[in-house]
């Protein structure tokens, strides 16, 4: 048998997450949310997102990172390149913004601000245990990770179905370091 493509485990992916219920969802969210104190250390800059409508979380998990993070850092999508960042603020301060997510508004900061931080956290479609992360395809993410310092923890974020044996890898991926699943807690990922 042939090995899926990324494209093929894109396709799967999106089609098991329009699934999950919104029961399913929030339940998803709060066993997120009581594995942050043992992800996020304490008064400490943490770069997040905030998750659609079918990524695991909501902003509620963003606020109990908050509530543990000294600063919390959100992506703003611009020109394909680097992502620049935005304090978030709380729910309220997020406006609706290009792909169908919200972005906080505020001061601008440049990818280069990223050197101090300590955890990034990363969506996914799926990661396996070697660290090889499916993203949406577009790259935003792969080409900002090189302005994070060696300190920085990389975690996906995904479903406990979506931490898979292996995906297909291209050279330009930048492994995670660890995978957060409602279910398993953080997971230490095995690079090659």
């Known amino acids: 048998m042939t090995p899926r493509t990324k494209a093929q485990w894109r396709q799967i992916a999106l089609a098991a997450r329009e699934a999950v219920s919104e029961h399913a969802r929030k339940a998803e969210t709060a066993a997120l949310i009581t594995h942050i104190p043992s992800v996020i250390v304490e008064g400490t800059t943490v770069c997040a997102y905030v998750p659609t409508r079918t990524e695991p979380g909501s902003t509620d998990l963003l606020d109990a990172v908050a509530e543990v993070a000294g600063r919390v850092l959100l992506p703003i999508t611009g020109e394909p390149g680097p992502l620049s960042w935005v304090e978030y603020s709380g729910a309220d301060g997020l406006r609706p913004a290009k792909y169908g997510i919200r972005e906080p508004v505020g001061p601008v900061l440049p990818p ?50 979506e931490l898979v044996e292996t995906l297909p890898a291209d050279d330009h991926d930048v492994p995670m370091g660890w995978a957060l699943t409602p279910g398993g807690g953080l997971t230490q990922l095995q690079r090659d």
């Open 112 to 161: 280069e601000s990223l050197s101090d931080v300590e955890c990034m956290l990363i969506p996914a479609l799926a990661v396996d245990v070697r660290g090889t992360r499916l993203g949406r395809g577009a790259g935003f993410f792969d080409r900002t990770l090189g302005s994070v310092g060696p300190q920085t923890r990389l975690v996906a974020i995904v479903r406990d179905s």
